[in-house]
């Protein structure tokens, strides 16, 4: 088998078997294959796609590269959520403990975040003590034991992935929805996981900015998913605005308990019970995803789910008693009221900017070697369609230092009053279930 018959095989347009597939990926992986015929092949799939076949194909290929987790010694069907990113994304931080609470195993595999705000293990670590550096037969245990654990991704989880994003990366071939939904998917089954749960993002602050294109990526991945022998399920949300109000480490935290609590933002709220539903009923803990919602609000009202966050919390080294008193999150040294201009209505919140802004006040990692703050970012005041008066705030900044002018103007930048009424952006555009 030659690699360069292989690209000339995708580049006019035919089907790559399994077998050619696997030796493609395990050649690029052990570095007999070259960067520049791989980027020829990838370039190729750009032009010419993949059959439902190849994707699960080059899927379950990346997945066999390197390592996968065993969780088959944890009890009842493990349920995964993977969000494909966005800004004030807090929904894994409600999700574990809400969907853990009604019975279903949440055995998370989490990483740091690069980009506007941490991710979920930087978020978790703004509670004094709380680590993920526990080994497997711990992880298994504390799932078993509470249905809730988070651990660092391993090291050697699908190392072919990680080439091959990094070449995309550098080649133009990053928008493939082939590639996107194959890297995506390797990582899910890797990790163990028996159900998927995939949030796709669309609008300004989304990886996918249009709904097309978030639609034609939800539906491959939950394709690869069934095709594999995973049961997948998407929702496709929206992402044109933050979600919640928070943006940054600690306050995002705070923002969760309070929706534990029921005293969440909407948006976050009802995506969240959206999301929950489908790992319940994927979870075999409701037989209907009405079932699984009244199970869920039912969890918030009891308290519950609340009772759950302290349990996960204090069983990885955390300081529980946040829960109770949120002051004793991380907090930032200033408090900064970003005033109004003008009255009128909110017609514009640009949240990949609005990220950046959160960035800026080192909420979240530029590069790999950057630190983050934990204390720092941003709470808005308002959102999309909210009236607003002149001198009224629209967002309080959370900051360590002093000079906050540049975060002030790009936040007017991408913050947009309108004299006339707008309508709120619709939260979840879509369910993909096939």
């Given at each position: 088998m030659r690699m360069v018959d292989l690209i000339e095989k995708k580049r006019d347009g035919h089907e790559l078997s399994t077998e050619e597939i696997n030796f493609i990926v395990k050649g690029y992986t052990d570095g007999s294959i070259p960067d520049y015929q791989v980027s020829a092949l990838m370039m190729a799939i750009v032009f010419q796609g993949m059959t439902e076949k190849e994707r699960a194909d080059l899927t379950m290929a990346m997945v066999k590269s390197g390592d996968q987790i065993d969780l088959s010694q944890i009890e009842?069907?493990?349920?995964?959520?993977?969000?494909?990113?966005?800004?004030?994304?807090?929904?894994?931080?409600?999700?574990?403990?809400?969907?853990?609470?009604?019975?279903?195993?949440?055995?998370?595999?989490?990483?740091?975040?690069?980009?506007?705000?941490?991710?979920?293990?930087?978020?978790?670590?703004?509670?004094?003590?709380?680590?993920?550096?526990?080994?497997?037969?711990?992880?298994?245990?504390?799932?078993?034991?509470?249905?809730?654990?988070?651990?660092?991704?391993?090291?050697?989880?699908?190392?072919?992935?990680?080439?091959?994003?990094?070449?995309?990366?550098?080649?133009?071939?990053?928008?493939?929805?082939?590639?996107?939904?194959?890297?995506?998917?390797?990582?899910?089954?890797?990790?163990?996981?028996?159900?998927?749960?995939?949030?796709?993002?669309?609008?300004?602050?989304?990886?996918?900015?249009?709904?097309?294109?978030?639609?034609?990526?939800?539906?491959?991945?939950?394709?690869?998913?069934?095709?594999?022998?995973?049961?997948?399920?998407?929702?496709?949300?929206?992402?044109?605005?933050?979600?919640?109000?928070?943006?940054?480490?600690?306050?995002?935290?705070?923002?969760?308990?309070?929706?534990?609590?029921?005293?969440?933002?909407?948006?976050?709220?009802?995506?969240?019970?959206?999301?929950?539903?489908?790992?319940?009923?994927?979870?075999?803990?409701?037989?209907?995803?009405?079932?699984?919602?009244?199970?869920?609000?039912?969890?918030?009202?009891?308290g519950l789910a609340l009772e759950k966050l302290k349990v996960f919390l204090s069983s990885q080294g955390g300081d529980a008693s946040v829960v109770d008193d949120p002051g004793k999150l991380p907090q930032a040294k200033y408090q900064f009221e970003l005033e109004a201009k003008e009255d009128g209505f909110i017609a514009e919140i640009t949240a990949d900017e609005v990220g950046t802004a959160a960035m800026l006040l080192g909420a979240g990692r530029a590069t790999k070697e950057s630190s983050i703050d934990l204390a720092v970012g941003l709470v808005l005041r308002k959102k999309i369609g909210d009236q607003v008066k002149k001198g009224e705030s629209l967002a309080t900044i959370h900051s360590n230092f002093e000079d906050v002018s540049e975060v002030k103007q790009k936040l007017y930048d991408h913050i947009k009053i309108s004299p006339e009424k707008t309508t709120a952006p619709i939260l979840i555009h879509e369910a993909i279930t096939e």
């Open positions: 009842g069907i493990k349920v995964d959520k993977h969000s494909t990113g966005g800004v004030g994304d807090t929904t894994t931080l409600v999700l574990g403990p809400l969907v853990a609470a009604v019975g279903v195993p949440v055995a998370k595999m989490s990483g740091r975040g690069l980009g506007h705000t941490g991710g979920t293990i930087d978020k978790l670590e703004s509670v004094a003590g709380f680590h993920v550096e526990i080994d497997n037969k711990e992880f298994i245990k504390l799932v078993n034991k509470n249905k809730i654990a988070v651990i660092g991704q391993s090291g050697n989880l699908t190392p072919a992935d990680k080439k091959l994003y990094a070449l995309r990366d550098v080649t133009a071939t990053v928008e493939s929805i082939p590639l996107i939904a194959s890297s995506i998917m390797s990582k899910k089954i890797a990790a163990g996981a028996d159900a998927i749960v995939l949030d796709v993002k669309t609008g300004a602050g989304a990886f996918m900015k249009t709904l097309e294109d978030s639609r034609e990526l939800a539906k491959a991945m939950v394709r690869i998913g069934n095709n594999v022998g995973r049961r997948t399920m998407a929702v496709i949300s929206d992402m044109s605005q933050p979600l919640g109000y928070a943006i940054g480490n600690a306050l995002e935290v705070k923002e969760a308990i309070d929706t534990l609590k029921g005293e969440g933002p909407e948006d976050l709220t009802e995506l969240c019970l959206t999301l929950g539903s489908y790992m319940v009923y994927l979870g075999n803990k409701a037989d209907s995803l009405q079932e699984a919602r009244e199970k869920l609000e039912q969890a918030i009202q009891d």
